[in-house]
């Protein structure tokens, strides 16, 4: 019976390194597979502490932004003379007409919010889209470039002057606004 014991003593004793070898193994191999589980996550083969840190990153607001124009607008009352001017001026086009020929004094722009639908148009617009479409078709002049200060500065005065009452005189019932020949 002390044969037995001594062998199945010394086979435990043999088999225990082994056993834990396996089990270990098991363990560090989970280790690797999860950073945390490690004791250094940061001596890992695959580093997670080198990914780069979006905090530790160049905040980009920080730098002096890329202006949108050449000369960016501080003045408002300088940019309502000149949407005010511009609202009169029928040489944006080659019509004859001008903003104010159809929108006297505000009529006919609405203070609902852009984008919008436009039955005239007959699109959802922008603000600046339909100043444009009302340059090309009852004005026929171009439009204006987006980032202008031109854009601006009719935007600002049309929102401005915009009234609820009133309709938008109908530009086809204008002389000539398109430019047909009698």
Not at 21 to 39: D, I, V
Not at 58 to 73: F, L, Q, V, W
Not at 105 to 131: C, H, R, V
């Amino acid at each position: 019976m002390y044969k037995n014991f001594k062998r199945f003593f010394l086979t435990v004793l043999l088999a225990l390194p082994l056993i834990m070898a396996g089990f270990f193994g098991e363990g560090a191999q989970a280790a690797e597979k999860n950073p945390c589980a490690a004791k250094n996550p940061c001596a890992a083969k695959k580093n997670p502490c080198a990914v780069k840190n979006p905090c530790a990153a160049k905040n980009p607001c920080a730098e002096k932004p890329k202006p949108i124009r050449k000369a960016g607008i501080k003045d408002s009352a300088k940019l309502m003379e000149m949407g005010n001017k511009l609202w009169n001026d029928k040489k944006l086009g080659t019509s004859g007409a001008a903003c104010a020929t159809c929108h006297a004094e505000g009529k006919g722009l609405k203070k609902a919010p852009f984008p919008k639908y436009i039955k005239m148009a007959d699109d959802i617009l922008t603000l600046d889209q339909m100043i444009n479409f009302c340059l090309l078709n009852p004005m026929k002049g171009k439009p204006l470039p987006g980032n202008s200060v031109e854009i601006t500065a009719l935007a600002a005065y049309a929102q401005a002057n915009a009234k609820e009452e009133g309709g938008a005189v109908n530009p086809c019932a204008v002389k000539n606004p398109c430019g047909k020949k009698k």
